[in-house]
């Protein structure tokens, strides 16, 4: 069965760094790739980041442009969106997805995915 599972969210101070996994279980994520998308409560889910299997490319968000990064280790089969300066609109649940490589849609689009986590919380908050 092929799942998605998120963690590392949690209660951190302005200016803060967490660091969230998200870990492919009943498939290899060596051929898909991953997005990092981010819902805040009465707000539209959107795309954070995104990480391609086949060059390695990551866009960003502008909103977390410079702050988070995202990557991937095949090995453990888990990709990872660390984050950096944090900042209140930064709170939100993340959730990771995944799709095949031969995708050719823009990244931002939800309806593209084929696999989605349960999402984590992540609360900036002094």
């Known amino acids: 069965q092929v799942q998605l599972v998120e963690s590392g969210g949690g209660l951190v101070q302005p200016g803060g760094s967490l660091r969230l996994s998200c870990t492919a279980s009943?498939?290899?994520?060596?051929?898909?790739?991953i997005g990092w998308f981010r819902q805040a409560p009465g707000k539209e889910r959107e795309g954070v980041s995104f990480?391609?299997?086949?060059?390695?490319?990551?866009p960003y968000a502008d909103s977390v442009k410079g702050r988070f990064t995202i990557s991937r280790d095949n090995a453990k089969n888990t990709v990872y969106l660390q984050m950096n300066s944090l900042k209140p609109e930064d709170t939100a649940v993340y959730y990771c997805a995944a799709r095949t490589n031969l995708s050719g849609s823009i990244w931002t689009r939800l309806g593209s995915y084929d696999y989605w986590g349960q999402g984590t919380q992540v609360t900036v908050s002094s």
């Open positions: 990480i391609y299997s086949t060059d390695g490319s990551t």
């Open positions: 009943g498939f290899s994520l060596d051929n898909y790739d």
